[in-house]
């Protein structure tokens, strides 16, 4: 999508990685996840990870946590096994709120409009870079690989 992530620069800036060594830990600790095919459960450990690293702010931290957003009858996280898309979801969760704040300028303008969309955008491009990092072959922050 449009927050894929094709150049050095931006995956730096994207995770705040500067050490071969957080490069190494990163990939190591993502090795046994898809992106595409993930549980709210084991989102939020990695979430967790990445926030008490310093690598996610707290909006972004927040959409991590909230993982599919399923609930059951009385509000609580439910099927928080089960394993879903999690770079389509957050993907459609920004754009339907881009078109919503579009359609409705004034829910824009509310107190915490934007900070929520700062994180949406954060969450994003953080899936995107650790989607790259957990199918990368090599610890480089780069994503033009040769065979």
Same mark, same amino acid.
């Given at each position: 999508?449009?927050?894929?992530?094709?150049?050095?620069?931006?995956?730096?800036?994207?995770?705040? $990685?500067?050490?071969?060594? +957080?490069?190494?830990?990163?990939?190591?600790?993502?090795?046994?996840?898809?992106?595409?095919?993930?549980?709210?459960?084991?989102?939020?450990?990695?979430?967790?990870?990445?926030?008490?690293?310093?690598?996610? +702010?707290?909006?972004?931290?927040?959409?991590?946590? +909230?993982?599919?957003?399923?609930?059951?009858?009385?509000?609580?996280?439910?099927?928080?096994?089960?394993?879903?898309?999690?770079?389509?979801?957050?993907?459609?969760?920004?754009?339907?709120?881009?078109?919503?704040?579009?359609?409705?300028?004034? &829910?824009?303008?509310?107190?915490?409009?934007?900070?929520?969309?700062?994180?949406?955008?954060?969450?994003?491009?953080? $899936?995107?870079?650790?989607?790259?990092?957990?199918?990368?072959?090599?610890?480089? $922050?780069? &994503?033009?690989?040769?065979?």
């Amino acid at each position: 999508n449009q927050f894929t992530i094709t150049e050095e620069a931006e995956a730096t800036e994207t995770l705040k $990685l500067v050490q071969q060594e +957080d490069i190494s830990e990163l990939k190591n600790a993502l090795k046994d996840y898809d992106m595409t095919s993930i549980s709210s459960d084991d989102l939020k450990k990695i979430g967790s990870q990445l926030y008490r690293k310093g690598l996610i +702010d707290s909006r972004a931290f927040w959409l991590f946590m +909230d993982g599919s957003r399923a609930v059951d009858a009385y509000g609580f996280p439910a099927d928080t096994h089960v394993k879903f898309n999690a770079i389509a979801l957050f993907n459609e969760t920004l754009e339907g709120y881009v078109d919503l704040f579009k359609s409705n300028p004034y &829910v824009a303008r509310q107190e915490g409009a934007s900070d929520f969309m700062k994180g949406l955008v954060t969450a994003n491009h953080a $899936l995107a870079a650790l989607s790259y990092f957990a199918t990368s072959s090599n610890n480089k $922050l780069s &994503v033009d690989e040769r065979v």
